[in-house]
């Protein structure tokens, strides 16, 4: 009897062996793939102004990845609208235009800084104030969401 357990042992460990390598081989490809990311973002902060007027959201977009990705969709918890905006000079004059995506290329960088490209935060859900920090989901064209940390600062703070 002890012989047929250990041979029955054996056969067992000898099938289950080569089905546990067949399964983390068909596996681990799809898990690295899916934790993959192809898109950071860094040195993300909002100018924060009194009296609940709106904001503006700034950060680096940095891609790691071969193709471009675009930033097509921003949204909070934080505050009821947040939108993509660009500064744009008419001679003189400046006016925000609404923005509907920004393309990061592969390999590179884009920011979103004072003068040109602006994330306006508005209708604030509860009291923000400078030394806060809000959370910003950044959705781009490959499917990647970010959901980001942003500094609040003072506009003394960002001179």
Known sequence: MTIKRKTLSLLAGAFTLPLAFAVAA?????????GARSMAVKDAWVRWLPNNLPAAGYATLVNGG???????????????DAMLHQTVSNG???????????????????AIAPGGYHIMLEDAKHKVAPGDTVHLKLKFSDGETLDTPFAVKSPA???
């Not at 003189?92 to 884009?110: E, N």
Request: charged share 15%.
């Open 157 to 159: 703070q960002t001179q």
């Open 66 to 80: 071969d193709k471009p990705v675009d930033l097509v969709d921003i949204s909070s918890g934080d505050y009821a």
């Open 92 to 110: 003189s004059s400046q006016k925000m235009v609404m923005v509907d995506k920004l393309t990061v290329p592969a390999h590179s960088q884009v």
């Open 26 to 34: 068909t596996v681990a490809p799809a898990a690295h793939a899916a």
